[in-house]
């Protein structure tokens, strides 16, 4: 780096690093994790937040985030989380597994967790650190790396509180988990330094949503980090939706890494903010494994929903399916980066990724860019890409059966998305964003 | 050879040879040769002119380099440019063929009489230089297809020929198409006029004999608006040790609502075992979809040729176009093939569709190259490509190149590749199941091959499937 | 019906069975346990006959024949069919016509006319209804972009409709989720029958929750280090496979 480019970087960085130290004398913790915290801090300031100069980043401009100042949040429910919340989750009232976590911290007065499997524990990623001090420490900041990513950095070393599971072995959660972040800015910009790691051991199931949504009028930003640990034989059914304010940013990274015929399987849905990246890193990293990544983003105005996905198969006989499709209106913007490494001795690895970009204005705009790494010999690795605008004679077909204009266009649509919905097999959680994509087509500008 | 490759390696079944005694051309290449076969054929003045504005173009272009395939440098002055088989007069009916001829023709499959005839497919016979015979020509004209050997053509319809000929693939085209403007022999002529659906299936039937020739054939189709027609090509050469070229090229126009459909199965001698001998297959193909809502087909059987270059392509220029290219090639021992398309959208609404599989064994080099461009005028064009590569064994090698080039937003271009290995693992899951080794490399190869299968002609199936010695009965459909 | 004696078995030169006794009597259901490397999935290839593995040393007879002696669909033929841990794709090749394939190749090699294609889709309804599975799998391409466990679930149809004399069932409950364990489970345990022997290959205890084996025994290190009934399954899933490493240290 050039001594210009290194005093840019501590510009920007400055107000965090101090942030930082305050954040550290404030914050008590065993050793391990003021390690981690400061090794985190240390490698933010070296690289500072990433410029459309990165490869990785070369579509995606963070500048709006870079260039604000954000602060902590204060504590407390802010108003209209409530109903926040009470807007998202999904099922019966009686049933329902949930645990709502405000501006990161977790918050008991809005989760239900009751009739949880014995052995089970979900909540609090601060009362983890204390109750299963071990489990914490083994996995907490070893999948997603502060090397890969400056947003990971960054929010590993502002780790204080966050959602936290952990299913033992053999065990199996019928009920769906829901874990709801409400990011909610006060007067000044905040960010939201929302974290989770779920931890499930050998044969061990389980279903989880993953919501991610705004209340209040204060500027903020999401800045958050998933850990999966899915152990040898488990099955995990994990669901991501964001829905954040349309003025807010959200950076996020979700990390998974899989024991032995382990099967994981991530539906992502986007359909907020106004400046969004996703990074998902999944690590095949037991024989026989097997992972879905799905994504469906339906955006318009001036929103950017940028996909940046990474699976790396690291042993034999691992299955990976990966669809993501797209639906920008106005001047929208979609990227997906599809990266499959195949790692030397990583044989019979079968591997697919397809992504579909539908345009619905002359302005909206998509890139895909398919990167294939692949050391073994003995491997299937498939990739498809479209782009384009609505398919005039699917449209001509429709107006023929009496469907015309806008409700042809919409019903069009809703087909593109519907390829992903029906990959949701939590039917509550299914009719709720068939809700969610319906409203958006229909609320159309024109 | 691995287990696997073992079930793949077929011996080359039309290897022989004709005994016939041959008259040829002095060997090289220069004006007089070129004067002397327009004279063989008895050509009118502007078809000799024309060959000899494509022989002095010929000569200031060199060899294309680009392909990803290898071969020592050609010399063109050490081949016969005509070959054909010695005969006191020019046979006026199929009775004064020589039987030798018909005989060649029917080992190959293809009887030519009138009782054994293949019915439904009209053929047209091409032995070296010259066209031995054309069957159904009566019936074809009746329904006022016109399907001729080229020479004939020449003659016959000089008004249709010169109108048509050079107007999709021009003498100055490329290195190859170049030469064959200048040296071309025979090949067919087919005129389907305008509302006629052809009646049956057209065929030629091209066979290399004589040593030290090449086969430059040529071949014009042309469909009417609202016409339509299919067309079969087949080829095999006997097994020499000498490298034989075969520089051919082929032209389709189809009007306002015309369709064509055009097949090969493509089987020339591929050399021995060490890569000795065999053809070099260096083609043109290419046809232009003129007319609103014409559509051009290519289905190709690629499995012999030691080289193969070439690229059936479509130019996508009437609104509502479609162009199609359905291939599967084969390569086994040291064969080389390079081979795709190009799909040019120029009209609105134009559609095109490319299927490719490349399977590659022993030490073959297997590449798939194809060019999909979208031009500024073609606003709504589509596009789906899918490139699917499979190896067997470890010392071949597979390899894709696609050029895409958009130049309109509203396009929509869908693309799919991959690349897979017949392994031993496949063929133990079959014989685990009670299959046997072959039945399953049989199974495995139809399987990945049906896409390209189910848009064969019939008859062109049951040979493709002899070919790739595999059994389709039911599996596709 | 089966009767392994003393058998070795390597792979590229370095080996990994060093001598296993096993017997299974007809009609019963044995399951192979063993921690990860510990031979199970080599004795299972064995026995059906892959390639790549070589035995050295031993014999193996089913219903008194040479085993070793045929290939491997030449054991097919005679009745003994492997669910694979890990199923093969076959583009393009419908699992309708790949079962025609396979129940054809063995009526051909015992003799038997072989079905056309409408009488075989009435046999293929008829063996569908016994484990009550209706068949949307049938007019896909053999495993081709199935999940894992749909994967594991066609290999049990596949059982169904070939009706083997010895099923080997390698690992065919990994990567299920609870519900296709209990339906896999279920299937397995319909299709048990007096002249219908077993070996069930597992690397986890919990499918044993819902197939109840007349034998247990524990492979480790390429040698059978333990034989007992199901309640071996309960001691083992009490213990760990710990315990065995050590008695086996002490013994070895």
Redesign the interface.
């Known amino acids: 780096m050039t001594a210009v480019a290194v005093e840019r970087v501590a510009e920007r960085t400055a107000p965090y690093v101090t942030a930082h130290e305050e954040f550290v004398r404030a914050s008590a913790g065993p050793a391990w994790l003021q390690d981690l915290r400061q090794e985190a801090i240390t490698r933010f300031a070296a690289v500072g937040f990433p410029t459309t100069r990165d490869e990785a980043w070369r579509f995606t401009s963070v500048e709006r985030v870079a260039a604000g100042r954000f602060s902590a949040p204060p504590s407390g429910i802010p108003a209209g989380v409530r109903e926040a919340v009470a807007r998202v989750v999904v099922g019966e009232p009686h049933e329902r597994l949930v645990a709502t976590f405000v501006n990161g911290r977790f918050t008991k007065e809005l989760s239900t967790l009751v009739g949880l499997p014995s052995g089970v524990v979900v909540g609090s990623l601060a009362d983890a650190m204390r109750s299963h001090g071990d489990l914490v420490r083994t996995h907490l900041g070893r999948y997603a790396s502060a090397e890969a990513n400056p947003f990971t950095a960054l929010s590993t070393a502002f780790v204080a509180d966050g959602a936290f599971v952990y299913v033992p072995r053999?065990v199996?959660v019928e009920q769906p988990l829901q874990i709801v972040f409400v990011s909610s800015g006060g007067e000044e910009p905040i960010v939201s330094q929302t974290r989770a790691l779920f931890v499930l051991e050998?044969?061990a199931?389980l279903s989880l949503i993953e919501q991610y949504v705004g209340a209040g009028e204060g500027t903020y930003w999401t800045n958050a980090v998933t850990e999966w640990v899915v152990g040898?034989?488990a099955?995990v059914d994990a669901y991501r939706i964001q829905r954040e304010r349309t003025d807010a940013s959200h950076t996020a990274t979700t990390w998974s890494r899989q024991g032995?015929?382990?099967?994981f399987s991530a539906v992502n849905f986007a359909f907020g903010g106004h400046l969004c990246r996703h990074d998902i890193h999944a690590v095949l990293d037991g024989e026989?494994?097997?992972c879905?990544v799905n994504g469906l983003s339906v955006l318009r105005g001036n929103q950017l929903m940028d996909h940046h996905t990474t699976i790396d198969h690291a042993k034999p006989?691992c299955?990976s399916w990966e669809l993501f499709n797209g639906v920008y209106d106005e001047r929208a913007r979609g990227v997906f980066t599809g990266r499959i490494i195949v790692r030397p001795g990583a044989q019979?690895t079968?591997s697919?990724q397809?992504s579909n970009s539908l345009l619905l204005s002359?302005d909206a705009r998509s890139d895909s860019q398919p990167q294939l790494e692949i050391y073994a010999?003995?491997?299937?690795?498939?990739?498809?890409?479209?782009?384009?605008?609505i398919?005039?004679?699917s449209l001509f077909y429709l107006q023929s059966r009496g469907i015309g204009g806008q409700a042809a266009r919409n019903l069009l649509t809703y087909g593109f998305g519907a390829e992903i919905l029906n990959s949701v097999s939590l039917e509550p959680l299914r009719a709720h964003l068939d809700d969610v994509v319906h409203a958006r087509l229909e609320n159309r500008a024109h | 050879m691995t287990g696997i490759e073992a079930h793949v390696a077929k011996p080359y079944e039309l290897g022989w040879e004709t005994d016939i005694e041959s008259e040829k051309a002095p060997v090289g290449l220069n004006e007089d040769i070129i004067r002397l076969i327009s004279a063989k054929k008895e050509e009118p003045e502007w078809m000799l002119e024309w060959r000899l504005k494509a022989y002095r173009h010929w000569l200031t272009m060199t060899e294309p380099t680009w392909p990803n395939v290898k071969y020592p440098p050609i010399d063109y002055q050490a081949i016969h440019y005509y070959a054909a088989p010695k005969q006191d007069k020019k046979p006026t009916s199929l009775e004064e063929v020589d039987p030798k001829l018909l005989a060649t023709f029917a080992k190959l499959g293809i009887p030519l009489t009138e009782q054994k005839r293949l019915t439904g497919v009209a053929v047209d016979a091409v032995f070296d230089s010259v066209s031995v015979a054309t069957t159904f020509k009566g019936k074809l004209k009746e329904a006022g297809v016109i399907f001729l050997p080229f020479s004939e053509a020449v003659r016959e319809h000089p008004d249709l020929v010169r109108k048509y000929l050079g107007s999709v693939v021009p003498t100055t085209d490329n290195f190859f198409a170049a030469l064959n403007s200048a040296v071309f022999t025979d090949g067919s002529f087919v005129f389907v006029p305008k509302g006629v659906k052809c009646p049956m299936e057209l065929s030629t039937y091209f066979r290399i004999n004589a040593t030290s020739t090449g086969q430059f054939e040529r071949t014009l189709i042309i469909a009417e608006e609202g016409a339509s027609v299919s067309y079969l090509e087949g080829c095999s050469a006997p097994m020499r040790d000498e490298n034989q070229l075969h520089a051919a090229v082929v032209e389709l126009v189809a009007l306002d609502d015309a369709s064509i459909k055009y097949s090969t199965v493509q089987n020339w001698y591929p050399g021995d075992e060490e890569g000795k001998g065999g053809i070099y297959n260096f083609v043109t193909k290419r046809g232009a979809c003129r007319g609103r809502n014409s559509k051009i087909s290519w289905t190709q059987v690629e499995t012999g040729s030691s080289i193969t270059w070439k690229y059936p392509s479509c130019i996508l220029q009437g609104d509502n176009s479609v162009g199609e290219f359905y291939s599967v090639a084969v390569t086994n021992n040291r064969q080389q093939a390079d081979t795709g398309t190009k799909m040019i959208h120029i009209g609105k609404n134009t559609k095109s569709t490319i299927v490719s599989k490349g399977i590659s064994a022993g030490r073959s080099q297997n590449t798939y190259r194809g060019q999909v461009k979208i031009m500024k005028s073609a606003e709504g064009a589509r596009n789906y490509s899918q490139c699917d590569s499979m190896l067997i064994g470890d010392q071949c090698g597979a390899h894709t190149f696609p050029y895409i080039d958009v130049r309109n937003s509203s396009a929509v271009m869908e693309h799919e590749a991959s690349t897979s290995k017949i392994g031993e693992d496949q063929i133990f899951y079959c014989q685990a199941r009670g299959i046997k080794a072959e039945d399953a490399v049989s199974m495995i190869v139809a399987g990945f091959c049906k896409e390209v299968f189910r848009e064969l002609p019939m008859e062109f199936a049951v040979e493709a499937q002899n070919l790739l010695a595999v059994n389709l009965e039911g599996s596709v459909g | 019906m089966l009767d392994i004696k003393n058998l070795h078995a390597s792979v590229e030169g370095t080996e990994i069975l060093h001598g296993v006794n096993l017997k299974v009597g007809k009609g019963e259901v044995h399951a192979i346990m063993g921690p990860n490397g510990s031979g199970k999935s080599t004795l299972a290839q064995v026995l059906a006959g892959h390639p790549a593995y070589e035995v050295t040393e031993g014999t193996v007879a089913l219903a008194g024949a040479d085993l070793l002696d045929m290939s491997p669909e030449e054991r097919a033929q005679a009745g003994v069919f492997m669910a694979f841990q890990y199923p093969v794709e076959i583009r393009g090749i419908t699992n309708a016509y790949f079962l025609r394939a396979a129940v054809n190749a063995v009526r051909k090699a015992r003799g038997e006319p072989e079905y056309d294609t409408i009488d075989f889709l009435d046999v293929l309804d008829e063996k569908l209804k016994v484990i009550g599975w209706e068949d949307t799998f049938l007019t896909r391409a053999v495993n081709e972009g199935f999940s894992g466990g749909e994967k594991k679930r066609n290999e049990i149809i596949q059982m169904a409709v070939l009706e083997p004399k010895l099923a080997i069932l390698d690992e065919t409950d990994s990567g299920l989720d609870i519900d296709a364990l209990k339906l896999v489970a279920e299937a397995v345990n319909t299709l048990r029958a007096p002249d219908r022997s077993m070996v069930i290959v597992t690397h986890y205890q919990r499918l044993l929750n819902y197939i109840t084996p007349d034998y247990v025994h524990v492979l480790h290190n390429g040698r059978i280090v333990r034989s007992g009934g199901k309640e071996l399954a309960h001691e083992l899933e009490a213990k760990g496979y710990d315990w065995l490493r050590q008695e086996a240290a002490v013994a070895g």
Request: charged share 35%; with cysteine.
């Open positions: 053999n199996v050998e044969s199931q040898d034989n099955v032995r015929s382990s099967v026989g494994a097997e879905t006989h299955n019979k079968d697919k397809t002359e010999d003995d491997v299937k690795c498939t990739h498809g890409a479209t782009l384009g605008p398919d005039e004679k």
